[in-house]
């Protein structure tokens, strides 16, 4: 039964993502393929990866990952930045053009947790924020170990 409403939960915000998503394209060229939007994301939640870890977690050869980032590069949508201390390294960041697309999401969020607060005591907030922090630590830890990031 927890394992359904999760899943519920979390096809929700997809499904309202993507109607988001499918509003902003109506009546304007797409801008980012399909495949470059999951890219994206996978940049996005990994947190500014290096060229390296980005390649690896999507399962790329580097001409491929190379290629990917170099078309949302010349978009708009991503910054390479070289490292400081190992010039050889680059990081991948998200463009503020890429977050205000993002910001789809993160405002509906953001709508969805205001009204759930309003709902709660402020005891029920601090158990319900203790629960999210245990599934971000496991699903964090999960995806670093299987993809050798720790």
Known sequence: MLT???KKVYNQFKLHFYNEVF????GREVSLTTVETFC????HALDKPTVSQFS???SLSS???ADKISKLVSKG???KVQSETDKRKFYLEPTQKYLDYYDLSDTYVDSVLDKVKDRFTKDEMQ???????VLDQELELNNR????FT
Not at 23 to 26: D, F, G, V
Not at 127 to 133: A, D, H, V, W, Y
Request: proline letters at 0%; charged letters at 30%.
């Open 63 to 65: 001409a491929n990952a």
């Open 40 to 43: 994206m994301e996978i940049i």
């Open 4 to 6: 359904e409403l999760f």
């Open 77 to 79: 949508y991503l910054n």
């Open 23 to 26: 509003k902003k394209w109506r």
């Open 127 to 133: 158990t319900f924020f203790k629960i999210l922090n």
């Open 56 to 58: 690896k977690f999507c």
């Open 145 to 148: 170990e299987k993809e050798g």
